[in-house]
């Protein structure tokens, strides 16, 4: 069945730098795009940014441009997630999503969440 | 505004109708997709599009959209929908952007 398996929970101290992995499995890894989305703990969830696992292309968001480094392996099916200069603001849970794309009645794109991986916990602290 | 707008927490009573809305400017332009979660998982993709439903989502969830507002409707909700709600969309960059939830508590 198509799915999404992150690795481990993290400990980090502030300054240093974690790297989630995102395998997936059951479908062609490169015909979607994976995105990576956290959620600190009570809040809501927070779009950090995707790449287009078929090309490489990949983009930021503005809060985390700079921070943020995704990446992918598509011999391996996995996509990654770096985040570095940790601080405790960035203790959260960290998931992989794909995105399937779909079109309306009158030929419009869109796309939607459709398979997310499990999280993964990461904990800033010194 | 990139923003969107969720109500904090709704409650329904067991078997009742309830209306979970999101509000945003670029709901004027972009589709809303809407997820549940339940404690300690991930989001479930239940909406999306106009109104489409994922293979295993129960007829009762339904959306619809209004000029800048979308909504998400359970038509006879259970007590297995008592989850937070999220709706997602689009910002005027075209990055994704997701609503602050919407706990739903049923009665």
């Known amino acids: 069945q198509v799915q999404l398996v992150q690795s481990g929970a993290e400990v980090k101290k502030p300054g240093a730098s974690v790297k989630v992995s995102c395998k997936a499995s059951?479908?062609?890894?490169?015909?979607?795009?994976m995105h990576w989305v956290r959620q600190a703990p009570g809040q809501r969830l927070e779009w950090m940014g995707w790449?287009?696992?078929?090309?490489?292309?990949?983009k930021y968001s503005q809060k985390f441009q700079g921070r943020v480094t995704i990446t992918r392996d598509t011999s391996a099916s996995t996509a990654y997630m770096e985040l570095s200069s940790l601080r405790s603001e960035d203790t959260a849970v960290y998931y992989c999503?794909?995105?399937?794309?779909?079109?309306?009645?009158?030929?419009?794109?869109?796309?939607?969440?459709?398979?997310w991986g499990q999280g993964t916990m990461v904990t800033v602290s010194s | 505004s990139s923003e969107l707008t969720q109500d904090p927490a709704v409650s329904v009573a067991l078997g009742q109708t309830v209306r979970i809305t999101c509000q945003g400017d670029?709901?004027?332009?972009?589709?809303a997709s809407w997820y549940q979660q339940k404690p300690g998982q991930a989001p479930v993709l239940v909406i999306y599009?106009?109104?489409n439903r994922p293979s295993g989502i129960p007829d009762r969830f339904s959306g619809s959209s209004s000029g800048n507002t979308a909504s998400l409707t359970i038509t006879g909700a259970q007590a297995e929908d008592e989850a937070d709600y999220y709706c997602n969309s689009r910002d005027s960059s075209g990055n994704q952007v997701f609503g602050g939830g919407t706990k739903l508590t049923v009665l």
């Open positions: 790449i287009n696992a078929g090309n490489g292309n990949t």
């Open positions: 599009g106009k109104n």
């Open positions: 670029s709901l004027r332009s972009y589709y």
């Open positions: 059951g479908y062609t890894f490169t015909s979607y795009a």
């Open positions: 999503a794909r995105t399937n794309n779909y079109y309306d009645s009158s030929g419009y794109l869109y796309d939607a969440f459709d398979i």
